[in-house]
């Protein structure tokens, strides 16, 4: 008798690096299983908000390190940059800072 298990999924993280004077988002880091474990937890360590999706994370992955993202992931990534900066406006707030 066999049993079958369910699939599980491997994590996946890429860390984008981003400023204003950019054309778009540059991968900063990528991978998936124990890296993804990493990059996550750097990203806690830091207080960098993160952004689940994980056809995304995917796509990103694929990617290699330092490129900029391709257009056809600009809007894709645009809801990642304003949630990351909601998550500053809220935290600055909770903190008592004011931008």
């Known amino acids: 008798?066999?049993?079958?298990?369910?699939?599980?999924?491997i994590k996946k993280a890429v860390a984008l690096s981003y400023t204003e004077d950019m054309v778009?988002?540059?991968?900063v880091a990528s991978g998936s299983g124990k890296v993804a474990d990493n990059i996550l937890e750097e990203a806690k360590k830091n207080n960098i908000p993160v952004y689940e999706d994980s056809k995304v994370a995917?796509?990103?992955?694929?990617?290699?390190?330092?490129?900029t993202i391709p257009p056809?992931?600009?809007?894709?990534?645009?809801?990642?940059?304003?949630?990351?900066?909601?998550?500053?406006d809220l935290y600055a707030k909770t903190k008592g800072y004011h931008k």
């Open 72 to 88: 056809e992931l600009y809007e894709a990534v645009a809801k990642i940059l304003i949630f990351v900066g909601d998550m500053d």
């Open 1 to 9: 008798m066999s049993h079958k298990t369910p699939k599980q999924k």
């Open 58 to 67: 995917t796509i990103l992955t694929e990617l290699d390190l330092g490129n």
């Open 24 to 27: 778009a988002p540059t991968i």
